[in-house]
């Protein structure tokens, strides 16, 4: 499905503009036997195809999650909240209040929805016992109950305890069951009796406990916030047999209106699919180099072998050209050493001079050991000396020295990677004898 596609764009667009010139050199290099616009093209068109892959599942993918994410709002016409049909489920849903006549900031914050309740009948509760840390427990970040400003963490379970809990304090206004303490309208430090309810199977245990809260400065800006989320709570409370809830319109005199802030993270994903592409599309490229420095290398390891048989074959008394065609089908040159012979034996057969054919073949290879061997060759075909022998036997020599230095070099590499796992080999082995002699101290 994607190569057709491919196959169309490539088709109907002229995509021979996005082309590099680097890549096209490359690539020429890479296939000498094989016409230039068509291996780019094919080039282009298995990188787009690849692209393509990834891109787009990647994007369906994103769009899809992109939609489950998205809900129906929980705020609608009216200012009415919809409650949650299902006790065990829970909605929280994100609010931005407005004064109406723009002279408070606008309030931005999270409250839970509650479910629509069922009678006490149908509820059947299970509290749990716990006495010994309690006043660890619910703390939080205060630093005693004896001096409480932030919230308690009263909760419905903690961990370790197989049980639940409710909580209550007198007088009830100070401390909600959630653990906010309201100590924003307070003037001086106040006592409350925090109480927890708990039950264990049919067992049911309460113990009581003295909190002293102090009071807490509260900014202009927490104050209004403070008061519509109270007037909000009110409404729930009031509203709660109900299937939706009637959110205040007034709050301390001031007409406020409501809009609804959903929250999601999906757009997220569809980095992921475009970031990819893009690597996958620069990584082909860098492939392509790798691609190109390995022939480069291979053609450079096979030129002392090259000029060795050249010597020998000159020195059997044939001609240059006569040589160069015979080399051209040694095939234990190796493949990019043997194409480039073979494409400069072409160019002779289709009536370029040895000598431009010759010049070719040394710009083609990119490699300064071919130029000057090439150079070597031109300069003999063009003032005619004999000393071309002499001057090859000496290049065939230092090229020996070449291959003596490319084979040390291999030796080093191939040390160098094997590193690595002699010395993971060293840890296991250290593992190996300390381990035991450690545990058999201990003993």
């Given at each position: 499905?994607?190569?057709?596609?491919v196959?169309?764009?490539?088709?109907?667009?002229?995509?021979?503009?996005?082309?590099?010139?680097?890549?096209?050199?490359?690539?020429?290099f890479?296939y000498?036997?094989?016409?230039?616009?068509?291996?780019?093209?094919d080039?282009?068109?298995?990188?787009?195809?690849l692209?393509?892959?990834?891109?787009?599942?990647?994007?369906?993918?994103?769009?899809?999650?992109?939609?489950?994410?998205?809900?129906?709002?929980l705020?609608?016409?009216?200012?009415?909240?919809s409650?949650?049909?299902?006790?065990?489920?829970?909605?929280?849903?994100?609010?931005?209040?407005?004064?109406?006549?723009?002279?408070?900031?606008?309030?931005?914050?999270?409250?839970?929805?509650?479910?629509?309740?069922?009678?006490?009948?149908?509820?059947?509760?299970?509290?749990?016992?716990?006495?010994?840390?309690?006043?660890?427990?619910?703390q939080?970040?205060?630093?005693?109950?004896?001096?409480?400003?932030?919230?308690?963490?009263?909760?419905?379970?903690?961990?370790?305890?197989?049980?639940?809990?409710?909580?209550?304090?007198?007088?009830?206004?100070?401390?909600?069951?959630?653990?906010?303490?309201?100590?924003?309208?307070?003037?001086?430090?106040?006592?409350?009796?925090?109480?927890?309810?708990?039950?264990?199977?049919?067992?049911?245990?309460?113990?009581?406990?003295?909190?002293?809260?102090?009071?807490?400065?509260?900014?202009?800006?927490?104050?209004?916030?403070?008061?519509?989320?109270?007037?909000?709570?009110?409404?729930?409370?009031?509203?709660?047999?109900?299937?939706?809830?009637?959110?205040?319109?007034?709050?301390?005199?001031?007409?406020?209106?409501?809009?609804?802030?959903?929250?999601?993270?999906?757009w997220?994903w569809?980095?992921?699919?475009?970031?990819?592409?893009?690597?996958?599309?620069?990584?082909?490229?860098?492939?392509?180099?790798?691609l190109?420095?390995?022939?480069?290398?291979?053609?450079?390891?096979?030129?002392?072998?090259?000029?060795?048989?050249?010597?020998?074959?000159?020195?059997?008394g044939?001609?240059?050209?006569?040589?160069?065609?015979?080399?051209s089908?040694?095939r234990?040159?190796?493949?990019?050493?043997?194409?480039?012979?073979?494409?400069?034996?072409?160019?002779?057969k289709?009536g370029?001079?040895?000598?431009?054919?010759?010049?070719?073949?040394?710009?083609?290879?990119?490699?300064?050991?071919?130029?000057?061997?090439?150079?070597?060759?031109?300069?003999?075909?063009?003032?005619?000396?004999?000393?071309?022998?002499?001057?090859?036997?000496?290049?065939?020599?230092?090229?020996?020295?070449?291959?003596?230095?490319?084979?040390?070099q291999?030796?080093?590499?191939?040390?160098?990677?094997?590193?690595?796992?002699?010395?993971?080999?060293?840890?296991?082995?250290?593992?190996?004898?300390?381990?035991?002699?450690?545990?058999?101290f201990?003993?």
């Amino acid at each position: 499905m994607f190569q057709k596609l491919v196959d169309i764009i490539f088709t109907r667009l002229p995509m021979e503009k996005m082309y590099s010139e680097k890549v096209r050199a490359q690539l020429r290099f890479l296939y000498p036997m094989q016409e230039e616009n068509n291996v780019c093209r094919d080039y282009y068109k298995a990188k787009t195809a690849l692209v393509m892959k990834i891109l787009i599942p990647g994007m369906l993918l994103a769009v899809a999650i992109f939609y489950s994410e998205k809900s129906e709002p929980l705020l609608q016409p009216g200012n009415f909240i919809s409650r949650a049909e299902a006790v065990s489920e829970n909605r929280e849903v994100m609010l931005r209040v407005k004064d109406t006549e723009g002279i408070l900031e606008d309030v931005i914050f999270s409250y839970p929805v509650g479910e629509q309740r069922c009678t006490p009948e149908e509820i059947e509760r299970k509290v749990t016992q716990f006495k010994g840390e309690c006043a660890k427990l619910i703390q939080g970040e205060n630093v005693s109950l004896e001096q409480v400003k932030a919230p308690l963490i009263l909760r419905d379970s903690y961990e370790g305890y197989p049980m639940s809990f409710s909580w209550e304090s007198n007088p009830y206004t100070l401390i909600d069951e959630d653990g906010n303490v309201n100590n924003g309208e307070l003037s001086e430090k106040q006592y409350a009796e925090l109480t927890v309810c708990m039950n264990y199977g049919e067992t049911e245990y309460e113990y009581s406990f003295p909190v002293c809260v102090y009071p807490k400065d509260l900014t202009p800006a927490r104050a209004w916030e403070k008061a519509i989320i109270q007037e909000v709570k009110k409404a729930d409370e009031e509203q709660q047999y109900t299937g939706s809830v009637a959110l205040p319109e007034v709050v301390e005199g001031k007409k406020i209106v409501y809009s609804e802030i959903k929250k999601t993270g999906a757009w997220y994903w569809f980095l992921f699919p475009v970031a990819a592409a893009i690597l996958v599309f620069v990584a082909k490229d860098k492939d392509l180099i790798k691609l190109t420095d390995h022939r480069k290398r291979a053609m450079e390891l096979k030129y002392p072998e090259f000029v060795s048989k050249f010597v020998l074959l000159l020195g059997a008394g044939m001609s240059v050209r006569g040589v160069l065609f015979k080399l051209s089908l040694d095939r234990s040159l190796g493949e990019e050493l043997g194409q480039e012979l073979q494409l400069l034996v072409r160019d002779i057969k289709n009536g370029i001079s040895v000598k431009d054919a010759l010049d070719r073949f040394g710009k083609r290879s990119q490699n300064p050991l071919y130029m000057k061997f090439s150079a070597l060759l031109i300069q003999n075909i063009k003032k005619g000396t004999g000393d071309l022998f002499p001057m090859l036997e000496k290049e065939a020599g230092e090229a020996f020295l070449l291959r003596k230095n490319h084979a040390k070099q291999l030796g080093e590499e191939a040390g160098t990677k094997l590193l690595g796992p002699m010395m993971l080999q060293l840890v296991i082995v250290m593992a190996v004898i300390i381990v035991p002699a450690f545990l058999s101290f201990q003993l």
